[in-house]
C-alpha cells in the first residue's frame, strides 16, 4: 500500500484497514511458524503497511487536537 492510496483514506478506512493488516501479519507469522510460507517478504511488507497506516493516523490525532485548542 503506497502513501499517495493511505492519505485518501478517511479515519474511520484507516483503523478498520489497520485492523485488518494487524489479523493478517498474526496469520502469516503462524503459517510461517508452523511450515515455510512460500515468500516470507511478505511478513516484512505488512509490518510496514501497519506502520504506515499507524502513522497517519496519528497525524491525524495529533492535527485534530491541535485544531481543539
Request: proline share 1%; hydrophobic share 40%; glycine share 2%.
Amino acid at each position: 500500500m503506497k502513501n499517495s492510496e493511505i492519505l485518501e483514506l478517511s479515519t474511520e478506512e484507516l483503523a478498520a484497514r489497520l485492523g485488518e493488516e494487524k489479523s493478517t501479519l498474526t496469520k502469516l507469522k503462524f503459517a510461517h511458524a508452523v511450515s515455510a510460507i512460500e515468500n516470507p517478504s511478505r511478513i516484512t511488507k505488512v509490518r510496514k503497511d501497519i506502520a504506515r497506516l499507524t502513522t497517519e493516523l496519528t497525524k491525524r490525532k495529533a492535527a485534530a487536537a491541535s485544531e481543539q485548542n
